[in-house]
């Protein structure tokens, strides 16, 4: 496999006011997107997963700044002014990577109808389509949404919120681009849009008209219709990758545990339910608890984890963790293993 998009240690903070607090949002995160592959990242709201998505999608702005990391996408080598939104950013946007955005109303311009939208993104892009052409593959993908072809000719506002979010989930994927940055797109949905929706996006998927896709949301069990690996982020930081089945089934991480208990998902057509929180809330990232940031909620914190960043423990292969109690269980583990071996 190659890896199709690649980010290095990537920081980012928001500035509001030049001599106000920084809110670090996104804090020495890495990661990879393989080619074909659909990474889940799943974390409680304001976690910084938007911020992520922003980030991996070229969609920098005040008073968002990346102040450090490297990323590569689809073979171009993207330098911090070009991901602060630089020229490079410009240039690789919509075909390169896009961004499927959690705001559906913003996505599409208020004052053309459905069906110009469409015609001006994908004339901009790509050279020589007429109308029919770009038509035509819009009414194709709108159906694979359930989607009348009657919605071209309706101004945004005429649409329903969640007609609206299927539109520009249609709109995003038009220039088949490399790498889809999908954020939170099914949270305006009901049960059968958010399947039809991700039936779409594996579809573009298999047939490699996307070659990759990164799927951001909070709900994390429902990344097991679409993700092939998942990452957990907490207050800024990865805590856990790993392979999907093995981060839904046995998650390693205390933080990954408590969030998939704290959510159900009902058998299909049912409401999803809420059967438990998360007790208090994610920290404020202005200056985030010392140590290991989760451990004032931790249900299995040790003294350390208030001192100490906590290591990288390898649980699995690709699937890691970053906690101390997961280390000291695994060295647990191994110590009784030779301690057998020796008897
Ligand atoms: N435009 C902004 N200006 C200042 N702070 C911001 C801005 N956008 C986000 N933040 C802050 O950055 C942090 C991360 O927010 P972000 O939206 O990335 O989290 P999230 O996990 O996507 O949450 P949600 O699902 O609610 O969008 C939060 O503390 C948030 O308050």
Redo the contacts with the bound molecule.
Sequence with gaps: MSTLLEARRISAS?R?DSDGPR?R??DDVSLTLEEGEALGVA????????????ILSLNVHP??QVTGGRLRVAGHDIPLDGINGGRVATGLRGKVVALLP?GAMNALNPTLRVRDFVYDVLRSHVAGITRKEAIARATERLERLALPPRVLDAYPHQLSGGMRQRVVAVVSTLLDPDVLIA??PTSALDVSSQRALLALLSHLLEQRIIRGIVF?T?ELPLLRYIAHRIAI?YA?QLVEVGPAEEVLFQPAHPYTKVLMEATIVLETGTRRQRIQTVGGA?P??VSPPPGCRFHPRCPVAMGRCSREAPPVVDVGAGHSAVCWWVAEQRAGEAGSMSHAASN
């Design positions: 928001y509001v809110i949002a996104v974390g409680e709201s304001g976690c910084g997963k938007s911020t992520l998505a922003s008073p968002l959690q954020d939170e951001i909070h982020m800024g994610p404020n990232l």
